[in-house]
């Protein structure tokens, strides 16, 4: 959608369903191989968009001026390979051959990579691929532990790598990874991939009815981001992001885990106006948090803050590895991570200085690790 | 080049060292910061470097070396460093026409009509032999990164066989340095990639180890980086391990004792 509305080519692949029924028709698929297929979008209004990116109301589909506004080519896989059914490029996959010839093609006449420079305006190619590595492709990683030929995706990635690298386009490509046992192969594809996003539904887990995460429809991890041309890479804060998918709207927000009011110092100041957990919400805790729980029942029961936390902590060294597993998954807010930090010696700035009072309890003391 | 980590190893560019082979392995974060290290000090060095760069390209390279004072274009032009772009030479092979020298591609293994790494060993040995009379200090071998040749379909003994001639050719008789990357992630769950990194860490003077963070995500500490010198390869002496914590900016990777960053003191 973006593509279209800023103007630049497409090129959609699929081996699922015909390319043009992405672009034109609404398909709402949820489920845990979800990929936010917002090609079927139209926007909402010009003037709310941002200076990045627009709005698009998911519940009408795009108009098709928009869309005859601009080029875009398809690539559809079963129609591809009756057409070129014996095209074989480094005893790779037959799909995957027939996916990158046809790119490169297509790079190399609009004249995407430079190859053309009489054309007067460069553009952009943006590429679609679709479950990429599923069975009809071809490939049989999702649907056998140790599959045939497990270098045929990685092999695709590189030389697609190599195409985007030398041209004006950016991919992107959804896989269904749950489905991917070989964990291998997953590592890999991260290592050749630049940005890695992943999307976790609560759809069929045991999360879908966690009051925790009632607000929301499923995770949103982000495994990688791109360090290009520095050495360093533009991290955000916050690692903690759900998803939510609204009648007409796709959301994606940071998520505030409901210990953190508890154990937030500022929001109460006395022991007497603290917010006591209703009984299911602690239950519901103490069964989520299996190995943890008994931490946190101590630390619910004594009403601890961060202060309390560090305080007790010799008594809790040797659970202390627990909770940071634990809070890894339970994706804390900030103070908890600068707590932890403090727990672990590594430095952490801040709130955490003004927390923590050594033994000789000095007005600002100083980890003395 | 990063003037802290040369303190931590000791080196410096008027001694580049002989005969060394350095393994750098990274965990669950980037650790190509240390790539671009090398690359600078061994070019500020004097050195002719073979680099082979398997997983970005060119410009890339470049634009981070000239952060770090170096001009990747000034020395591939007065032919101290010999570039090969694993990208490009896979589009040539898989696209292109045919080589009209008709040497063969240092990638050919990827088309499936080998299964050993030859042809890329021959391109390192042709590029770092002195053609004309020594002009520079030393012959370096970079590798960037090793993991992705298993992923293009090398086995592991391949890869192994390839640095093993490498060895040979570059630390032995050329007494120059290898430096190589292998990067793994926090699962472990890739065995063959294991099994690369643990063969070649038997083997190395110098380990440098980056993993990120057990705690996750710190805006002040990017990492660790475990510094493990090999005293000797003979002796049953125990090895030097050094362990440092890190964080990369723009131009610089300042490195501190564990807990001890710039954002606490």
């Keep these: ?369 | 080049m990063l003037a802290e980590l040369n303190e931590l190893l000791g080196a410096s560019p008027q001694r580049p060292g002989t005969g060394k082979f350095t393994l750098l392995r990274d965990t669950g974060t980037d650790g190509s910061f240390l790539v671009h290290h090398f690359l600078s000090f061994y070019l500020r060095a004097g050195c002719k470097v073979c680099f082979v760069a398997l997983l970005q390209s060119f410009s890339h390279y470049n634009i981070v070396a000239q952060k770090l004072g170096v001009s990747l274009t000034a020395a591939r032009e007065r032919g101290q460093l010999v570039f090969l772009e694993g990208l490009k030479s896979c589009l040539d092979l898989l696209f292109g026409e045919e080589e009209p020298s008709g040497e063969p591609s240092p990638l050919q293994f990827i088309s499936g009509s080998t299964s050993n790494l030859k042809a890329l060993f021959d391109f390192v040995r042709t590029s770092l032999t002195p053609a004309d009379s020594a002009s520079w200090k030393g012959s370096v071998l970079l590798v960037d990164d090793l993991s992705v040749l298993l992923s293009l379909g090398a086995a592991p003994v391949a890869v192994l066989d390839f640095i093993h001639y490498c060895r040979v050719v570059v630390c032995s008789q050329l007494q120059g340095n290898i430096v190589v990357l292998v990067h793994g992630s926090e699962d472990a769950e890739d065995e063959e990639n294991d099994l690369v990194g643990n063969s070649l860490g038997h083997h190395s003077d110098l380990i440098l180890w980056v993993e990120g963070l057990a705690t996750g995500f710190c805006k002040d500490v990017h990492g660790e980086i475990k510094i493990i010198k090999r005293l000797s390869l003979e002796s049953t002496e125990q090895d030097l391990v050094q362990v440092y914590q890190y964080k990369i900016q723009e131009r610089n990777v300042t490195f501190f004792a564990r807990g001890l960053s710039a954002a606490v003191l």
Excluded at chain 1, 157 to 171: D, E, M, N, P, Q
Excluded at chain 1, 208 to 234: F, M
Excluded at chain 1, 250 to 271: C, D, G, M, Q, S
Excluded at chain 1, 289 to 313: D, K, W, Y
Aim: proline share 4%; charged share 20%; hydrophobic share 35%.
């Design chain 1, 1 to 369: 959608a973006e593509g279209v509305v800023c103007g630049h080519d497409l090129f959609v692949a699929s081996a699922m369903e015909p390319p043009d029924n992405i672009l034109k028709v609404k398909t709402h698929r949820r489920g845990k191989d979800i990929l936010i297929d917002h090609n079927y979008l139209e926007i909402a209004s010009p003037t709310t968009s941002t200076k990045f990116g627009h709005y698009y109301d998911i519940s009408k589909t795009m108009s098709p001026e928009l869309l005859q506004s601009i080029k875009w080519h398809s690539f559809y896989l079963p129609e591809e390979l009756s057409l070129e059914p014996k095209l074989k490029m480094c005893n790779m996959n037959c799909g995957y051959a027939n996916l990158l010839h046809s790119i490169q093609r297509v790079i190399y006449q609009e004249g995407f990579d430079g190859s053309h420079p009489q054309k007067k305006q460069k553009n952009i190619l943006r590429i679609g691929i679709q479950s990429l590595g599923s069975l009809l492709w071809g490939d049989d990683i999702c649907s056998s532990d140790t599959p045939e030929d497990i270098h045929s995706l990685t092999k695709f990635l590189y030389v697609l790598r190599g195409l985007l690298r030398k041209s004006l386009s950016a991919c992107i490509i959804t896989v269904p990874s749950h489905l991917i046992q070989n964990k291998a192969i997953m590592e890999r594809v991260t290592n050749l991939s630049d940005m890695v996003v992943g999307l976790e539904s609560f759809i069929g887990s045991e999360r879908e009815t966690n009051p925790l995460y009632k607000d929301y429809h499923g995770l949103l991890h982000v495994h990688q981001i791109p360090r290009l041309n520095s050495l360093i890479c533009d991290v955000s804060d916050t690692k903690d992001l759900a998803f939510r998918l609204k009648r007409k709207q796709f959301t994606i927000e940071v998520r505030e885990a409901v210990l953190f009011h508890y154990f937030e110092p500022k929001r109460w100041n006395t022991w007497e106006n603290r917010p006591t957990p209703t009984s299911l919400e602690l239950e519901d805790f103490l069964v989520f948090h299996f190995h943890s729980s008994l931490i946190f029942f101590f630390l619910i029961t004594l009403a601890v803050g961060a202060r309390q936390l560090l305080e007790t902590r010799e008594e809790h060294l040797s659970s202390r590895l627990l909770i940071l597993t634990q809070a890894e998954r339970l994706c804390m807010g900030r103070r908890f991570f600068t707590a932890f930090h403090i727990f672990n010696e590594l430095p952490c700035k801040g709130y955490g200085l003004s927390l923590f009072s050594a033994k000789a309890s000095t007005q600002r003391g100083i980890c003395s690790h």
